[in-house]
């Protein structure tokens, strides 16, 4: 179902532009420029509403969190949604509106620790299949932007698109380091920092797929 579109978009935006990075680009290179006493710099591809990577910036203060979106409509809650916190939004977080296609425009090589995917459109349709971002080819951007030693985490209640990403993971050569088809009844439910969307389906009973894997050849 689509969003209805946002009312006065563009002044709300305008509110929150301090926690957005209108040319990523410019930063390439320098991000951590941002906040220096930062270790390590996480980055959400696609944070929706941005409950999950807001409540994960607040308990990991020692890392540079970025959270990239493609719709503005719904970046545009994620940003609404920080900037409500008591303190507004937390210092190590900021926003961007695009798209994991331009991961390597954004970021250098061997710069970011983590990169989250949580509930990724499935595109479900076999003709879709490259759009998926656990196609090989966002497989070997993920790759290019990792630290040796950094991970991909995903997340998903979508049962096909799960076995397709371990399919293409394992096609790829990535170490896969953990796994579970029923996050919130495995060992690995308690680090984990549910979204708005996980809320819900697991509400309903709906079991969450996770994978953790490094980038080839790291273990």
């Not at 090589?109 to 971002?133: C, E, G, M, Q």
């Not at 096909?160 to 088809?181: K, N, P």
């Not at 495995?186 to 979204?195: F, I």
Request: aromatic letters at 10%; hydrophobic letters at 35%.
């Amino acid at each position: 179902m689509r969003m209805r579109k946002m009312r006065n978009l563009e002044p709300r935006m305008e509110k929150c532009a301090a926690y957005r990075i209108d040319q990523p680009e410019t930063l390439r290179g320098n991000w951590r420029s941002l906040k220096p006493d930062c270790t390590a710099l996480w980055v959400e591809v696609g944070c929706g509403k941005g409950k999950f990577i807001t409540e994960t910036a607040l308990l990991h203060p020692e890392c540079d969190f970025i959270a990239m979106e493609l719709v503005t409509d719904v970046i545009l809650l994620a940003l609404e949604r920080a900037a409500a916190l008591p303190d507004g939004c937390p210092p190590n977080l900021r926003f961007i509106n695009g798209n994991a296609g331009h991961l390597t425009e954004i970021f250098e090589p061997d710069s970011v620790s983590r990169i989250f995917l949580n509930f990724s459109d499935p595109w479900p349709k076999a003709r879709h299949t490259k759009r998926r971002l656990t196609y090989s080819s966002f497989l070997e951007k993920y790759k290019n932007v990792l630290t040796s030693d950094g991970e991909l985490i995903i997340k998903t209640d979508n049962d096909d698109f799960f076995d397709f990403s371990l399919s293409e993971l394992a096609r790829c050569g990535w170490t896969i380091c953990a796994v579970t088809r029923d996050l919130h009844n495995s060992t690995y439910a308690a680090d984990n920092v549910m979204t708005e969307y996980e809320t819900a389906f697991s509400a309903r009973g709906k079991n969450i797929n996770y994978v953790l894997a490094r980038i080839p050849g790291e273990s």
